[in-house]
């Protein structure tokens, strides 16, 4: 057995001794850390002490010492707030006026000096023979300002649920998870003060866990434990209170065995460590392993069951949101050489699932919608959404659910569910019982739980009718409207929406209409930015390509390295999250353009050629989809304004998204793109009568017919080359060899 009163001492002295090395010290002289954060507790600008095991290690104690510290935490952290205590300086700095706080203490302090003197004169001068009762000390943790918590070696592992057992109870232990479930922060009793009736003397009950006893009787000596007429007040406002906070942690798919379910567990926070995490994120709890016995009749009926829990000592996120992101200086240097680049965006885009061989088009969709437009409210009422929201229609084995998988680990806040395992509650809130508090709670669903990220729905043609209408206002409002059990409120879901679905038919019918493909309803089908229709066509070349591409994946487990160059999932992360604190708006000078572009696809809908004549696909919200893409595309080159090179590579995405839809990109697959760019420049300059045509007058007709700027570059290089034209040094200017 440990002599506690020598173990008070070594953790004094590792208190009062241990000193960071000089490169992390001003003056070049060790600083001493733990008396510099005791100075920061008693100016009252810190909080927390938090005691790295680490750094006990490092100060010349054995592992004897770091081992008896992890095996029963519980203990040392009552020893090291007693050290704190006793090694506690004055202030530096001139303190604010004084709190409640303050005033309860000097009077408590003054209280007792007082009853000290009067029992001295009673007994002639004498000292006092007995002590004061033990309610009747003032506790150590009512005088204290400070939390103390326990922070593991960094070389521990952390541990699935399943792997901590009965031999881990009262030991230092991490468990990564998934947080399922968040409560409110309520306030718990630490110690609760009573004030006596009949002597005036006031009474202190430390309380550990979360229920107690209150205390009857009055230990003066005027009144005996058997006056029934004497009766004890508990002061709520003498009493200390702390914040409180539960939440449930569900071990992540990964870690679950084969034919078996997620195991859950109950963590506690108090203090300073509530409302550190929400529901939704992955986390990494480093706490203390404890039981909790069953009280009252659950007790009889459990006899030596007991519930256990875990105390927070410290969480980490492992994936934080884009404004929790903090970059390292050469971290910053990567993303501002990468952001000055002019192919960043192809770059980004190639890097999105490199292991998957082609969809560029739905790539750089997906690379847009990780960015997200700028959301903003106008007159401070109407909200108009800044998130996009795509959808992947095609046939089986086109790499759809890859897509979704990878989407979901690259974005820092992501919900990946299924359409069949999901439910109209499951998507958005359901009403449970609260088995602490037994109040009727709200739980959200998998799309309040991507608020301000991605919900990823796979399988989304095999929902019912009725769970599918429940996405409605989400995709739209952004909010989760609920009236049940008594309760009606409002949640918010600012999440982008990405899905994937088969055709009607499973696979795509040439012979049937787009609209008995899809088998959408209209209004669903408006809310989405950008559709795809992936078909899954024979075609020689590109079968074989995919092949040997799909073979090197499978040998090597990693994409072809004779490909450009990519970002790696961590790096994509952290540009994103610096393009996202960027808002750029649209100028006046681009509305025209803008507003031609929009009527002039609406006027071919008019078309009776026109192959969406059998589905209205282009909707007034069509027009915010290409605002909202413009802006993203203008937030990946940290633009405070959106350029018409923007708006018409958003509007060559709806053409090309459309086109695809009609399975009207087929003919043109047949022929080749290089061939249909010449024959635009060759029928403009013809219109023109001139030799000599500008490229910049011909790429937003290029653009509307379906291609990009590299094809009309690439065919300027082919034809130069065929000296059918010459093109200029700059590449702007193309003039006919007569």
Known sequence: MPNYTIELDRCARILQEFATSADDSIDDEPRRKYMHMLQEVANRTRKVVEID???????????????????????YLELFAQAVDNLMPEPTVQLENEDIFDVLQSHRQQQQELAQTQSAEEQGGAPPTSEPSATAKLPPSLRRRFEVRIVPRAKGKALGIRDVGA??????????????????????????????????????????????????????????????NVRLHMQTRGSKFEKYQELRIQENAEQVPM?????????HLRGELTRSCLAGDFVTIDGIFLPTPFTGYRAIRAGLVADVYLEAQRIEKLKKNYSEQQSTPQLMEQINAAANDRDVYEKLARSIAPEIYGHEDVKKALLLQLCGGVGSHVDGEVQIRGDVHICLMGDPGVAKSQLLKHISKVAPRCVYTTGKGSSGVGLTAAVLRDPFTGELVLEGGALVLADRGICCIDEFDKMEEADRTAIHEVMEQQTVSIAKAGITTTLNARTAVLAAANPAYSRYNP????????????????????????????????????ARHVLFVHQNLTHPQNEAATFEPKFIREYVAQARRHSPVIPADLSDHIVSAYT??????????????????????????????????????????VTQYDVDEAIRLMISSKAS???????????DPISAIYSIIRDYAAAKNALQVK????????????FSQSQLNACVEEYDRLNVWQANRDRSRVTFVA
């Open 53 to 75: 095991l680490d750094d006990v290690y490092a100060h010349g104690e054995d592992e004897e010492l770091v081992h008896a510290i992890e095996t029963n935490t519980n203990t």
């Open 167 to 228: 031999d881990h109870i009262g030991s230092l232990v991490s468990i990564t998870g998934i947080v399922t479930r968040v409560t409110d922060v309520k306030p718990l009793v630490t110690v609760a003060t009573y004030t006596c009736d009949k002597c005036g003397q006031e009474l202190y009950q430390e309380v550990l866990g979360r229920t107690f006893m209150p205390v009857s009787t009055c230990p003066g000596p005027n009144c005996g434990n058997n006056n029934k």
């Open 259 to 267: 034919g078996q379910v997620p195991r859950s567990l109950v963590v």
């Open 511 to 546: 012979h049937r209409s787009p609209a008995e493909n899809i088998d959408l309803p209209a209004a669903l089908l408006s809310r989405f930015d950008l559709m795809f229709v992936i078909l899954d066509k024979p075609n020689p070349d590109s079968d074989l390509n995919l």
């Open 600 to 641: 002039s696809m609406r006027q071919e809908e008019l078309n009776p050629d026109s192959e969406s004549r059998d589905f209205t696909y282009t909707t007034p919200r069509t027009l915010l989809s290409i605002l909202r893409l413009a802006q993203s595309l203008a937030r990946l080159r940290f633009a405070s304004e």
């Open 661 to 671: 839809l009609y399975d009207v990109g087929e003919r043109r697959r047949t022929v």
């Open 695 to 706: 490229l910049n007058d011909v790429l937003q007709m290029v653009i509307a017919k379906g």
